[in-house]
């Protein structure tokens, strides 16, 4: 699943009010991962949901002794799986990134006490519901050719910034069969 709900620096909190917007930033706290480090693994207790304000974030699982990769979060993305109580795929930064992250019980009781935040808290997860579905229709079904042009089509920056064995990964074919579909595709 991608999450593409792209806003720029702190724009996940787009659309709040200025009111919903500081109760927010009240509890959020900045932290940053050089490349490759790790925010969550598999098996995890999610203390903290993260965003992202700088950088990239890829979700995976380990699958037969590799890695399939099932997310990658940008700039003003959610990190999807951090919602979970339980992290089942692991998170690491692709590049140096800055998260913000607030404590889950926190956010939790906000919701509780907060329409607005409660709806925020509820578009994110329509959205990642959105990405997930999004991706079994029109990715997993096609053939790995087709599934390239799309992921073309549909989020050309990838290239730019996803190792393309990290993309093969996504795709679920290996890098060499990823090669060989780009060469036929130029």
Same mark, same amino acid.
């Given at each position: 699943m991608l999450c593409m709900e792209k806003t720029g620096k702190t724009g996940v909190l787009r659309g709040m009010s200025p009111a919903g917007t500081e109760v927010l930033k009240a509890y959020l706290e900045k932290v940053s991962y050089e490349r490759n480090g790790v925010i969550t693994n598999e098996g995890d207790e999610n203390k903290y949901v993260y965003f992202v304000e700088e950088g990239l974030v890829r979700g995976y699982i380990g699958l037969d002794g590799r890695e399939a990769t099932f997310s990658f979060s940008f700039e003003g993305d959610p990190v999807v799986s951090t919602f979970r109580p339980k992290a089942i795929v692991a998170e690491v930064a692709m590049e140096p990134t800055i998260l913000l992250r607030i404590n889950r019980e926190r956010l939790e009781s906000l919701f509780a006490v907060s329409l607005e935040l409660a709806n925020w808290g509820r578009k994110i997860m329509e959205r990642s519901f +959105?990405?997930?579905?999004?991706? +079994?229709v029109n990715y997993f079904w096609k053939?790995?050719?087709?599934?390239?042009?799309?992921?073309?089509?549909?989020?050309?920056?990838?290239?730019?910034?996803?190792p393309l064995k990290d993309i093969a990964s996504y795709l679920n074919v290996t890098p060499q069969s990823l090669s060989r579909i780009r060469a036929k595709t130029k």
């Open positions: +959105f990405d997930a579905e999004n991706y +079994f053939n790995k050719a087709e599934q390239y042009a799309l992921l073309l089509r549909e989020h050309p920056r990838l290239l730019q910034r996803v």
